[in-house]
């Protein structure tokens, strides 16, 4: 019996390895598609695929393709305030340094064709008046 439990347990790591491999080559094809590369990333990918999203329509709806910095920066935060509450942050640009404080599971910093991108939330705390 114990071996049959062995048996039943090794196919089953290996069926977990073979969806996640699946799935991390379904990503990559899907961040290809977009023309978009992780930097550094500490976000679930349900997240980061919406970032992404919202970036990549932003950018092919800027009239006249000029870089609108700002105005991709705002989409980016008001989308993600809307979804997921206040406290989101984001720097959109071609070049830039930073360094700052995010919450857990809310940091994300890609590129999209030229230009870099960083969202990122911080914790919120009431004012004691």
Known sequence: MEAAEEELERRSK???????????????EH????NVRVRASDMPLALQNRAFACARDNL??????????????LALKKEFD????PAWHC???????SYV????????????DKIYVLLFKTAV?????
């Open 60 to 73: 092919d709806s800027t009239p006249g393709k000029k870089l609108d910095s700002k105005r991709i920066a």
């Open 31 to 34: 961040h290809e598609c977009l």
């Open 82 to 85: 809307s979804a997921y509450g």
């Open 14 to 28: 290996f069926l977990n390895s073979l969806i996640k491999k699946k799935k991390a080559v379904e990503q990559k």
């Open 91 to 97: 720097i959109v640009g071609t070049s830039f340094g």
């Open 101 to 112: 404080t995010h919450s857990t599971g809310g940091f994300l910093y890609f590129s999209i």
């Open 125 to 129: 705390q009431p004012l004691d008046h």
